[in-house]
């Protein structure tokens, strides 16, 4: 496996080091009172599964320490389920033939209107590489009447040049999500068959660039389930999010921790990530990158979530819709969407479930004038 172009370690010699970490070196970690990149790779490792508990009890130590009690609860809203992408894996993928829809400006007010009608206050954006239904100047444009109705809008698009996030960013969207799928360079181009998205280093790129524009929150994560080695994967993103963070140390990282799910087309997933693994995985992030927002989608079931909730995870979604028209669709009795959702629950029950751990959901936990 070749490995990120900053890594000073060959994919060899960390799963190597990872395997071989001792029980009791991963206990000295749960010790330090600021990991480091080491501590995490202990955390990941094999030796730390008995350790669960403990690693449990110390993430929901941290997570409490920088986030409270508070949840935050946010809403995707997709634009297009064209794409001139062929990734095998992926319900939108180009060669898939199936229905698609792009949503016109009216229709994308109307979606967001029975978003913001369910108590949502920050919005997620996301669409399929379709540079005619999701062009930037319609983005930015949507974008600026959105945030008359949303304190926070994040985007999950394709990658952009500096030039066009710079145009998001002064529209009035501040965070950038952007998942590299998989940072084996290998196995990406064979997950990657068509389209712009064979292009590795610039996903990679991405969102350095966007940090250039001035994105406040930069958002990453891989698609668990692709790679047979989840530790090094998650290795990989550890090693991206720390890069990130030293040159755009302005901006804030964020993790999101997407298992791939049945898909519209048939896609066998690979390589299965347990939730005992996921869990793991979650732990050592929070461990690590102790100020950082941990996100869970509808993908998870309802009580993995709210359990996560508890103890590292900071963002839940909720009351979620994954297709292009997929709320009003809801509404008129209909069912849509990109890949298998395992919490389809309401938000009301979801903020009601949460409350009953003792946990407080708030649907804003920000604002620009913060981070003026």
């Given at each position: 496996?070749?490995?990120?172009?900053?890594?000073?370690?060959?994919?060899?010699?960390l799963?190597?080091?990872?395997?071989?970490?001792s029980?009791?070196?991963v206990k000295?970690?749960?010790r330090?009172n600021?990991?480091?990149f080491?501590?995490?790779?202990?955390f990941?490792s094999?030796a730390?599964?008995?350790?669960?508990?403990?690693?449990r009890e110390?993430?929901?130590?941290?997570?409490?320490?920088?986030f409270?009690?508070?949840i935050?609860?946010?809403?995707?809203?997709y634009?297009?389920s064209y794409?001139i992408n062929?990734?095998?894996?992926?319900?939108?993928r180009?060669?898939?033939?199936h229905?698609?829809r792009r949503?016109?400006f009216d229709?994308?007010?109307?979606?967001?209107q029975i978003?913001?009608d369910?108590g949502?206050?920050?919005?997620?954006?996301?669409?399929?590489?379709?540079?005619?239904g999701?062009?930037?100047?319609?983005v930015?444009?949507c974008i600026?009447?959105l945030?008359?109705?949303?304190?926070y809008?994040?985007i999950?698009?394709?990658?952009?040049?500096?030039?066009?996030?710079?145009?998001?960013f002064e529209?009035?969207?501040?965070?950038?999500?952007?998942?590299?799928?998989t940072?084996?360079?290998?196995l990406?181009q064979t997950?990657?068959?068509g389209g712009?998205?064979?292009?590795?280093?610039?996903?990679?790129?991405?969102?350095?660039?966007?940090?250039r524009a001035?994105f406040?929150n930069?958002g990453?994560?891989?698609l668990l389930?692709?790679?047979?080695?989840?530790r090094?994967?998650?290795t990989n993103?550890?090693?991206h999010a720390?890069?990130?963070?030293k040159?755009?140390w302005?901006s804030?990282?964020?993790?999101?921790f997407?298992?791939?799910t049945?898909?519209?087309?048939?896609?066998?997933?690979?390589?299965?990530v347990s939730?005992?693994e996921l869990?793991?995985?979650?732990?050592?992030?929070?461990?690590?990158f102790r100020e950082?927002?941990?996100?869970?989608?509808t993908?998870?079931?309802?009580e993995?979530?709210?359990r996560?909730?508890?103890?590292?995870?900071?963002?839940l979604?909720a009351?979620?819709q994954?297709?292009p028209?997929?709320?009003?669709?809801f509404?008129?009795?209909q069912?849509l969407g990109?890949?298998?959702?395992?919490?389809?629950?309401?938000?009301t029950?979801?903020?009601s479930?949460?409350?009953?751990?003792?946990?407080?959901?708030?649907?804003k936990?920000?604002?620009?004038c913060?981070?003026?």
């Open positions: 496996m070749k490995m990120l172009p900053y890594s000073k370690y060959s994919a060899e010699e799963d190597d080091y990872i395997r071989n970490t029980p009791e070196s000295n970690s749960l330090s600021a990991p480091g080491t501590d995490f790779l202990h990941i094999p730390a599964i008995p350790l669960l508990p403990e690693l110390s993430a929901a130590a941290v997570k409490r320490m920088y409270g009690k508070t935050r609860l946010y809403a995707p809203l634009i297009s794409c062929n990734c095998v894996y992926c319900g939108f180009s060669s898939y033939n229905q698609r949503l016109n229709e994308i007010m109307n979606e967001a978003i913001k369910m949502h206050d920050s919005l997620l954006l996301i669409t399929g590489e379709d540079p005619k999701a062009s930037v100047p319609f930015a444009k600026r009447e945030k008359k109705k949303f304190s809008i994040n999950e698009f394709y990658p952009m040049n500096e030039n066009d996030y710079r145009t998001l529209a009035g969207c501040h965070g950038l999500t952007l998942y590299q799928e940072y084996d360079q290998e990406y997950l990657h068959l712009p998205k064979q292009d590795y280093m610039f996903r990679l790129n991405a969102l350095a660039a966007g940090g001035g406040y930069l990453m994560g891989a389930g692709l790679n047979p080695n989840w090094i994967e998650a993103l550890a090693i720390m890069w990130i963070r040159k755009f302005r804030r990282t964020q993790f999101s997407p298992r791939i049945p898909t519209q087309g048939g896609f066998h997933v690979p390589a299965p939730d005992t869990e793991q995985m979650m732990l050592a992030f929070r461990l690590f950082s927002d941990l996100f869970l989608s993908r998870e079931k309802h993995f979530r709210t996560m909730a508890e103890i590292c995870a900071s963002h979604s009351g979620s994954v297709a028209g997929g709320y009003q669709a509404l008129d009795g069912s990109q890949f298998t959702m395992n919490d389809q629950l309401s938000v029950t979801v903020i479930d949460l409350k009953a751990r003792g946990l407080e959901p708030v649907f936990d920000w604002d620009l913060f981070s003026a």
